[in-house]
């Protein structure tokens, strides 16, 4: 049987070095390699500095999620040293990542899913409005971005880069009239979502729970005609429903805790059927038998990883290590969270539809709106004139764990220390589970096992294929730190 290989270097993306190598036979993937190209080295240069460093270093492996690791970093020494946060922290700490989420959900809409369906072979009036800059979607979410940003300002000073957020709290407390402040961008920012993206109030939205309230929804005023109705419209009549399916294992740490502990989704590691299993981060093992690193037998827990480069090692493809989860790939990101968490609509979707190109990308927008109907809540739970900062004994020895949820999905930072100094740091990133290459037992990761089975009619224009890699919304800057 003919095999045409297909090499995509780099496949286009918003951040990040990523090659996709994809094997056709008889005008569908047969198998797929997803490689990390380049080599950054935050692990390695994190070695013998202060722990605190880590707050400084770690939010630059990616302009897109720094505050993500921002969190992660304050976390993994907060955890090391058993201290917590006043509550004030936790609520400005989850209204600053929801952010970080929601800028990120939409610039990865934008412009990187959407343009795709703008562009030949598609020909649609309906996704015009989604070319890269002509288009009239496009240059409205451009604009919106500035409202929201101003938000994040309010808290976190800048982004990215900020440090306001600290192992003892965060560092930018906010009074009175900056909270009234913040909730007016706020809803100058949900205005925009209301008119341009769902073109109905948003707790109309927020009240759909199953996928024929998702058809009834399409069929009434001007939703059809709103950028989320144009979009599912034409995904359906495409059949991204079709493309980007795996045996899925979804992966969720539940995210943005409260001083309580307790988490605002419920975590888990479902499997596509729903059938519930514990997250517990004691669970991930590496393998990087294909990956450049020194060799290990089998997966390695992340507190006992160094993961020396190897570059020239001829059986590896990828600088990401296979991070698996009780041994098995596991998909993070929007449709793992809203499966854990059981939300109605997504488990629809995803019972009618499989875990597919589609359902990712609904996960994604119906998490947007989640989550600005939840900063809201958080901005009226602020007190102002309680503390936001608790001073931090100095880092010592001992070890501790953060995990996060970025926009891509679950985010751990490993911190072990020695008198002072940081003796080992490792991090696993969402794309490092999604995009990871394959295990100790040659198993691929998630993405390579989703190409299987993609229709190539046109080998020169292989776009199924673009459609399944974006709906993981890669991040390749972040996976090879
Ligand atoms: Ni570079 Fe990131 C997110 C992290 S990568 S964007 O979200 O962590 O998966």
Redesign the pocket.
Known sequence: MATKTIVFSPFARL??DLQVKVDVEEGRVVRAYASGTLYRGFEALLRGRDPLDAIVITPR?????GL??SAASAGAIRSLLGTQMPPNAYVATNVMLAIELVL?HLAHFYLSFAPDLAEPPYDDEATRRFLPLRGSSFLGALRAREEILGVLGLFAGKWPNTLAIQPGGTTRPLDASEIRRARGLLGEFTEFVRQQVIGCEPDEWLALRSASDLDAWLGEGAHAASDVGAFATFSLKQGLDRLGKWPARFMSSGGWPRATGETLMKPGACEADGDAAEFCPGKMLEHVKHSWYDPSEGGVHPFDGEGEPAPDRADAYSWAKAPRYAGAPAEAGPLARMVNDGDPLVVGLLRRHGPSAFVREMARLHETLRLLRQIGIWLNEVAPEEPFYRETPRVESGSGVAVVE????T?GHWLRAEGGKIRNYQII????W?LSPRDSEDRPGPLEMALVGTPVPDLARPVAISHVVKSF???L???VH
């Not at 492996?61 to 999620?65: D, E, I, L, P, R």
């Open positions: 951040e990040g492996v990616c302009g897109q999620c993500a690791h990120s970025a926009p891509r999905g985010l990133t969402p794309t490092g999604n919304d890669p991040c800057f972040c996976t």
